[in-house]
């Protein structure tokens, strides 16, 4: 099915001058298997000329075979009128004998290079390349002649120079390319200016038509711009080799759905149904051109939209050669290469007016959905999805619908989070502990021993009040159930995402898209020389043999783990920076440092491992290429979903080490004051306070996940906007009737290279914060909420006046992003589980209140003397030597022959030993895991079974279109 929105306020389009030509890339055999012909013919004698390499030219004394398009779909029968010639009847060079080139007539290149003679062997020279080709002839010397045409004189301009055609005012503008010519005197600009021949004539020969701006029309006098357009013989026979679905039927099945009250009511968070109405759905089959007349064609010139138009002349120029060499090819190695500055589909007039939307209607797609969806104004509602994907492709529809979803999910998990936040506050004063820890009578008077050694002396057990108080905000009795929520709320943020998930893949006809349409990286092709018949077609394809994929995957795997290990020791460098900062502080001469000692280290901690969470990433980022390349993935799916799997696994490393440190072994292994067996580097390690560690963790995630928000967002917003005005700067100064579409887009910033990649890795790292550690910090589902709401907006402010427009790519899903945010949620279960055993006092609490113990004197179901009974006593005479502090402080703690820390321990035959409470708490807190983990995955499992993964409407669709698909399939026989 398809919600297809065709392209608005076009003129209509004249037919191409170009005569229609085969299809002549290289790469064939990465299209769908189901097309093609038999086993590939020998290997002719001579080489082919640029842009017949897929034709089987016979040689001299050789009968022209049958067969005359090897590795060339054939989706008609013998016979069919409508069938493509032979190349021998399309190109005049193309005979019996040895093949020549296609020759053009001899003009004066406008790129200051003199032509070759006629009849040589170069392509159409750089300045006249791009001219609209008229219909073919001959010399008198039966030599093939271009027929160049001067759109100028007779073609139709917008006012504004916003016209989407050219000059002919006819014919849609598909793709534009620009380039700058430079100094011709040096080799390496005539290298760039020969590749740029070879490529654009090899287009052509594809039967693509282009037209050329000069250099002079541009407003820095040195770019051209090439235009190019898809005549309906293109467009027709690359939607058969791609597969491409398009409308056979108008949807019957949705009236029959019954609507539910939420339906019918109205909803303050819609978009404007009056400028964005609903669409027509469609069901749809693969279009096929012996099936033409099957299809709904009401208009040949709007029945392919503008993102399908972008899609097949860029597949068109991903295999176009532009060198003798097999492996030089397609328009990415152009533009990395510098033959080409940029390659882009265009907008579609601008996205902003002076006139009302609701007054005079939008101008075109783009200012419509810069005003419903990229304006601030619009933070609140819906995304106009179908609208964004048909601009966009559906590969960025997808990622905006799961980004809408996301923030949507987070709405409850922001509330449930902020009342367990606002209850933490309301009874932080009614806390025993706390009031325990604040009281100058009771426990606050106890003497601490000294954090570190010989600098740090003895402190009040009172000094800790405001971090206690600060650690019940987080650390309560509704944390174990938001924790538990969470889990919960993870399950059902992807049992509902998979339902979603599978309406838009039929919605949006994708769902058999990486099995039926998407086709074999060029790359892939270009590099692997061994073939293998496939089981499923017959046909030999490029393979990658066993020894070799094992010895890449090795090498990968290699690499992998030393990047891991530098990850874990720039976490340790941070470690040890912790342990030695504590002690300066605390050596402080000044009581406000000292008295913060704690909260300082994490504080700057955090941010010292910010900083280099976003230093290394840069690194990362490099290596990842590197090794994805390295492993030569079949198709782009298995490229990027490589490509995250490294990603990931380096910023889950980098970003979540040191939240695991703080959560599970901080103060772990600190050991018995004044004992060094425990020490690292000669430095005694960290201890949690009194109060628990779980506020050093949350102060630790809300520094790293609020510091990154901050940044990423500032970036997106800033440095586009400022790279645009740099390069705009002078067309500024220009009359707008001169500043052409093109060349506006041209000074807009261009889509990363990685696409949505880091846009997906944003929102999942975040995804980890939410959910791993939510139980040391329930305002994080919060702050992503609020993070989310602007990155939306943000993202498609980028897209709409940022950007330029990208060509308009196909996914079938989020693709493995999924399979990592299940993992994330698995983990998160036994995460958030140990949290609130190990590091949270809740355990321990809970115990102390429901347990008799004779040593500390207690009502039972209170806290009361619950901190006397956490502390355990260590005898100053035991201090080993060069550990015992500098100054003991006589004056305020006179003699000291006993200190209290933070354990379950005892003095016992001339040894601090564990108390049997210790092990009694220890054996609660692994059952408790346990408890936790099986019933959160319990309910999983039942909620996995319960809701199905595709609804019912969505089953019924899929079955009606298949039946219809059959119903034409027989009926055409």
């Not at 189901?34 to 000329?49: F, M, T």
């Not at 009694?920 to 995955?937: D, G, N, S, T």
């Amino acid at each position: 099915m398809s919600n297809r929105v065709g392209p608005k306020n076009l003129q209509d389009l004249g037919p191409g001058s170009n005569v229609s030509r085969p299809f002549l890339g290289r790469m064939n055999p990465g299209y769908p298997p189901s097309y093609g012909g038999g086993p590939p013919p020998p290997v002719p004698a001579q080489p082919a000329p640029v842009g017949f390499e897929m034709h089987m030219v016979p040689q001299s004394g050789q009968a022209e075979p049958t067969a005359s398009y090897p590795l060339l779909p054939q989706p008609y029968p013998q016979g069919d009128p409508a069938a493509a010639p032979p190349a021998s009847q399309l190109y005049p060079s193309v005979n019996n004998g040895s093949p020549t080139p296609v020759e053009t007539t001899s003009v004066v290149s406008t790129s200051g290079v003199h032509p070759e003679e006629k009849k040589s062997a170069s392509p159409a020279p750089i300045g006249f390349e791009g001219q609209v080709r008229g219909d073919d002839k001959k010399d008198d010397d039966g030599v093939s002649v271009v027929k160049i045409e001067d759109g100028k004189k007779n073609g139709k301009e917008d006012e504004k120079g916003e016209t989407l055609f050219f000059n002919d005012g006819k014919r849609q503008i598909d793709y534009v390319l620009a380039y700058v010519d430079g100094d011709l005197s040096t080799e390496k600009n005539q290298n760039k200016q020969k590749k740029r021949e070879v490529f654009l004539q090899n287009l052509l020969e594809e039967g693509l038509e282009a037209e050329t701006e000069d250099k002079v029309s541009s407003q820095d006098g040195n770019t051209y711009f090439i235009k190019l357009h898809a005549p309906w013989e293109v467009l027709t026979r690359h939607a058969e080799l791609l597969r491409m679905k398009m409308p056979i039927k108008e949807n019957d099945v949705l009236e029959d759905m019954p609507l539910n009250c939420l339906t019918k009511c109205m909803n303050p968070f819609m978009y404007n149904e009056e400028n964005i109405p609903e669409d027509t759905n469609y069901f749809t089959a693969a279009f096929d051109r012996a099936r033409e007349r099957q299809f709904i064609i009401t208009d040949k010139d709007t029945f392919f939209t503008h993102g399908q138009r972008s899609r097949i002349v860029h597949e068109i120029m991903t295999r176009a050669r532009y060198d003798n060499e097999d492996v030089r090819f397609g328009i990415k190695r152009m533009l990395r290469n510098g033959s080409y500055t940029a390659a882009f589909p265009l907008h579609e007039g601008k996205y902003s007016s002076e006139k009302s939307v609701l007054v005079h209607g939008a101008q075109n797609e783009r200012h419509l959905l810069y005003h419903e969806w990229a304006s601030a104004r619009a933070w609140y509602r819906y995304q106009p999805l179908d609208l964004i994907r048909n601009y966009f492709g559906e590969k960025v529809g997808i990622y905006f619908t799961w980004l809408g979803f996301y923030t949507a999910m987070l709405i409850p998990a922001s509330i449930v989070g902020l009342l367990v936040f606002i209850y933490g506050c309301a009874n932080v004063l009614s806390d025993t502990p706390s009031q325990d820890i604040c009281n100058p009578a009771g426990a606050g008077n106890f003497t601490m021993c000294p954090l570190c050694d010989v600098r740090c002396s003895y402190w009040k057990l009172e000094s800790s009040c405001l971090y206690s108080q600060l650690t019940y905000l987080f650390d309560n009795e509704a944390t174990v159930f938001f924790a538990a929520f969470m889990a919960l709320w993870a399950t059902m943020f992807l049992e509902i995402w998979k339902r979603k998930q599978a309406e838009i893949e039929y919605d949006w006809d994708v769902a058999h898209f990486e099995d039926e349409e998407e086709t074999v990286r060029p790359e892939f092709e270009a590099s692997v020389r061994s073939k293998k018949k496939n089981p499923v077609t017959q046909k030999d394809e490029p393979f990658l043999k066993l020894y070799d994929k094992c010895l890449r995957y090795c090498t990968t795997a290699s690499v992998l783990l030393f990047m891991m290990a530098i990850v874990l020791m720039a976490v340790f460098g941070v470690i040890v920076y912790r342990i030695v900062i504590v002690s300066v502080f605390y050596a402080s001469g000044d009581d406000l440092i000292k008295s913060n000692a704690k909260i300082a280290t994490t504080a700057t901690a955090a941010l010292l491992n910010l900083i280099v969470i976003m230093l290394l990433n840069q690194v990362y980022m490099r290596v990842a290429l590197f090794l994805t390349n390295i492993e030569k993935p079949r198709t782009q799916t298995e490229w990027e979903d490589s490509f995250t799997f490294k990603m990931f696994l380096f910023q889950c490393v980098n970003f979540y080490a040191t939240l695991f440190y703080i959560a599970f072994f901080k103060g772990r292994f600190a050991g018995i004051p004044g004992q060094t067996d425990s020490y690292l580097f000669g430095f005694r390690q960290e201890q949690c306070d009194p109060a628990g560690c779980l506020i050093e963790l949350c102060i630790q995630l809300a520094i790293v996940m609020v510091g990154k928000q901050i940044y990423n967002n500032a970036k997106e917003l800033l440095l586009p906007v400022l790279c645009n005005w740099w390069r705009a700067r002078k067309a500024k100064k220009a009359q707008d009737d001169l500043y052409t579409r093109w060349e506006q887009d041209y000074d807009l910033g261009s889509m990363p290279d990685l696409g949505l990649f880091d846009e997906y890795l944003e929102m999942v790292i975040q995804y980890g914060f939410v959910t791993l550690f939510v139980a040391a910090f329930p305002l994080a589902p919060l702050f992503a909420l609020i993070n989310n709401i602007i990155e939306i907006r943000l993202d498609a402010y980028k897209f709409i006046s940022q950007w330029r427009r990208p060509m308009a790519e196909r996914a079938q899903d989020i693709g493995v992003w999924w399979g990592i945010l299940q993992a994330v949620t698995n983990v998160a279960v036994l995460t958030n589980g140990f949290i609130i055993a190990f590091t949270s006092d809740f355990v321990p609490k809970q115990v102390y209140k429901y347990t008799d113990d004779s040593t500390y004197v207690h009502e039972e179901g209170t806290l009361e003397n619950y901190i006397n009974s956490s502390l355990s006593v260590f005898y100053t005479k035991d201090f080993e030597q060069d550990t015992a502090p500098a100054n003991n402080k006589s004056d305020i703690f006179g003699s000291v022959t006993e200190c209290k820390y933070r354990d379950y321990r005892e003095y016992k035959d001339g040894a601090y030993k564990p108390t049997l409470h210790y092990w009694y708490i220890l054996a609660i807190r692994l059952a408790f895991v346990i408890v936790f983990e099986h019933a959160v995955f319990l309910f999983v499992n039942v909620i996995t079974f319960v809701i199905p993964d595709t609804p019912y409407e969505v089953k019924v669709q899929i079955l009606r279109e298949n039946y219809l698909a059959k119903e034409a399939l027989f009926s055409s026989k």
